[in-house]
């Protein structure tokens, strides 16, 4: 291994940075993109503070109901004779306000968070799973026959199946129909969201298959998933990585919509969607219950989208040379 | 051709075969059923709802109920669970509500999406692109019926134009130009919200085709014979450009009853998606697999014209 590097070296050869690192430079070339990506860091942060702080340590406490507070605008101190001291909300202060049952908002938002970006990465652990193996199976074991039909034929063609459904629709359907739990709505967002991975990941197996280094590993005897999964798959990740971050987005917003419409993840977890499904019956009294969900909903699924976009631009060799 | 054609029309009604069999698995083996809907209702005796699910067929095997409902479809004897109406006759009635909301939905997508996106590819890194990108990006990310409700407010305080439902009650004997200005301003808000998204999204598709068909040696040597820029722009770029959006046909005909699920519901419009959604609360079985039914049709006609259509306009594609 030692000789190799040295021989590179001495040649010119080795590549000053490493692939990744090269994408990466030009990813934080893009400032938009960069800034979003520094402000979902901060949010994962606030997430998981927000998780200790309402639910192992209890600071803010979400659920505490104080019905003779109720509707108080935002940045209200806790000045109340009727609810006592020790219902009170922390720092004596509610900063966003409270809704309809006196519940601190900040609180609820706090809990949310991480609620609201569980189901967002859930789901897309589930696509992006079910996308590599259906579409890596399809692309590496491409023409070989399963009765008369081949492998790639029955997979790909199951993924127009499932294209051919009104995605929503589906989810709403499935997700009316079964138990509510927030379980049921990442799998069920998951399971109806896989096929453009699995299309991704099955073009870009089509090349690779052909490559050397496939030939050199199956020469090798390594068992065929190994080579499916552990040698081909990181070098297909980067379409993958771009509709995953893409998915988050929509899957937050999926979840809003079914919270919408009564479906989504039901009391007392909080959301972002149920928060502001809960608020909008009160948009004229107190509309703070409203738009602050509404415009963290906005603002974290456009770091998502404008992330996915300049990960997409960076790793897509064709629209750099266009500069 | 016709061989291809022949030969997509099976393969698509083979896909159809599989995709009505896997929603009707889907619904069936779900938990609920319509017998479930009403428990505490005390008149519901176990003997009617053993009666209920026997004029349902709901005590067959899967199989056998797949079959019944194939049949009842295909002979128009299919009833609703709700209400025991004819389903098809149902579906058309919220279909003929649902079409004007559709198409001038698409036609604002449309016709906004192209000027925006062309503009923003011509002048790539202006002002205007960057503001349209990330317009764009802020519309793709607002939960729809946020966007909405702002806009629902906005229009009532400023304009004082009513916008929920079909039509303003009460007002049948008015004028007909009053009645027809009372219809559009219903339709301008619903099928402006349902246009956004589409709007954003495909703007930028413009804004990237484009940007691909400028680069290109073509447009180079037109440019060079001396073309004006319009006739460039227009004549050889555009015309280029357009040919992925024919599949695009195909793919915003679904938006039809899924998409207007929600948009449906918040201006209590009586179309479709709000059908689908009445039906799920009702676990009207019918109702919702022939809305499945008929909207998988739907994409496989939609992009079985949009194959034939590439075929025709692209001449360098061969069957």
Same mark, same amino acid.
């Given at each position: ?35 979003? !990506? ?224 009564? !479906? ?39 770091? !998502? ?9 960076? !790793? ?8 | &051709? ?93 279909? *003929?509500?649902? *079409? ?54 906005? &229009? ?20 007909? *130009?009053?009645?027809? &200005? ?115 049709? *739907? ?21």
């Amino acid at each position: 291994m030692n000789t190799i590097t040295e021989k590179q070296d001495a040649e010119g050869l080795k590549p000053a940075v490493s692939l990744f690192r090269e994408r990466w430079d030009i990813f934080k070339r893009n400032r938009t993109a960069y800034s979003s !990506f520094i402000f979902l860091i901060v949010l994962l942060a606030i997430a998981f503070a927000g998780k200790a702080l309402t639910r192992w340590f209890v600071v803010f406490d979400p659920q505490q109901v104080r019905l003779p507070e109720k509707f108080l605008p935002p940045l209200t101190s806790f000045t109340s004779k009727i609810t006592s001291a020790e219902d009170a909300p922390a720092f004596n202060i509610y900063l966003m306000g409270t809704d309809e049952l006196g519940r601190d908002v900040f609180a609820r938002m706090l809990e949310g968070t991480s609620v609201s970006l569980t189901v967002g990465f859930v789901a897309v652990g589930i696509s992006v799973a079910l996308g590599i193996i259906f579409g890596g199976i399809a692309g590496y074991y491409g023409k070989k026959k399963f009765g008369f039909l081949t492998v790639d034929t029955i997979i790909m063609r199951f993924v127009d199946i499932m294209l051919c459904f009104p995605t929503f629709f589906l989810i709403l359907t499935v997700v009316a129909l079964l138990p509510p739990s927030i379980y049921n709505i990442m799998i069920v967002i998951g399971l109806t969201s896989w096929m453009g991975t699995a299309r991704f990941v099955r073009a870009e197996f089509l090349t690779l298959r052909e490559l050397d280094f496939v030939a050199a590993a199956r020469s090798q005897a390594i068992p065929e998933w190994r080579i499916i999964f552990i040698h081909m798959t990181p070098n297909a990740i980067a379409p993958v990585l771009v509709s995953a971050t893409i998915g988050v987005a929509s899957a937050i917003l999926i979840e809003s919509s079914l919270s919408f419409l009564g !479906f989504g993840v039901q009391p007392p977890d909080a959301t972002w969607g149920n928060i502001l499904a809960d608020g909008k019956q009160f948009i004229f009294d107190a509309p703070w219950i409203t738009f602050i969900p509404g415009f963290s909903i906005l603002f974290v699924v456009l770091a !998502f989208n404008l992330c996915g976009e300049g990960l997409r631009e960076a !790793f897509n060799p064709k629209l750099q040379e266009g500069k | &051709m016709t061989q291809f054609i022949i030969k997509s029309i099976g393969q698509r009604i083979v896909l159809l075969f599989f995709i009505s069999i896997i929603s009707h698995s889907i619904v069936h083996l779900a938990p609920g059923e319509p017998s479930l809907v009403d428990p505490s209702n005390p008149r519901m005796k176990a003997e009617d709802i053993q009666r209920i699910r026997a004029a349902f067929h709901l005590d067959e095997p899967l199989h056998v109920q797949y079959v019944y409902w194939m049949k009842d479809l295909f002979t128009d004897e299919l009833k609703s669970f709700k209400d025991n109406q004819p389903v098809l006759k149902k579906i058309w009635d919220r279909f *003929l509500n649902s *079409l004007p909301l559709f198409i001038v939905g698409t036609l604002i997508t449309w016709f906004l999406a192209f000027p925006v996106g062309i503009k923003a590819a011509i002048n790539r890194g202006s002002t205007f692109d960057k503001t349209g990108t990330f317009l764009a990006y802020a519309l793709i990310s607002i939960p729809g019926f946020f966007l909405s409700y702002i806009c629902i407010i906005f &229009m009532v305080k400023t304009f004082n134009v009513p916008v929920i439902g079909m039509r303003t009650f009460g007002l049948e004997d008015a004028g007909l *130009l009053f009645r027809s &200005m009372d219809r559009v301003w219903h339709w301008t808000i619903p099928s402006l919200m349902s246009a956004v998204a589409g709007v954003a999204i495909l703007s930028r598709y413009v804004r990237s085709q484009m940007l691909e068909v400028i680069n290109q040696d073509y447009i180079r040597t037109a440019r060079a014979k001396g073309l004006s820029e319009d006739a460039v722009i227009y004549r050889h770029g555009l015309r280029n450009a357009l040919l992925p959006f024919i599949t695009m046909f195909g793919l915003i005909i679904p938006g039809l009853i899924g998409g207007s699920v929600i948009f449906e519901t918040i201006f209590a419009w009586p179309g479709m998606g709000r059908l689908g959604f009445e039906a799920i609360l009702a676990r009207d079985f019918p109702v919702i697999l022939t809305l499945n039914f008929i909207s998988a049709i *739907l994409v496989l006609v939609g992009t079985l014209i949009s194959d034939i259509l590439y075929a025709v306009v692209d001449p360098r594609i061969k069957f």
